[in-house]
């Protein structure tokens, strides 16, 4: 499970922030401060433990609820299989 959370109940509400590893919480903040802002990064995650890992975030603009918004995809890079040229 992502962050090592195994319920989705148990990340919502939490600060995206609290799961970005200090490094890259700047990196973050610059693309949420951007409108209509896209692109995919590559930074570290932090999970339940503390652990970092290594994380990629799609962000899209988006509307839910008749609101704009910012749409982010968090998906954990697989080393291993990104070593080997598969994803």
Known sequence: ALFGFDDFLQVKGLDLLDVIAPEDRKLVGAMLGRPNVEGTVSLNGLDVGRG????????????????????????????????????
Not at 53 to 68: D, I, K, Q, T, Y
Request: charged share 30%; proline share 6%.
């Open 52 to 87: 970092v890992f290594p994380l990629e975030m799609g962000f899209s603009p988006a509307v839910a609820e008749g609101e704009r918004c910012t749409q982010i995809k968090c998906r954990k890079i697989d080393v291993q299989a990104a070593l080997s040229g598969r994803r």
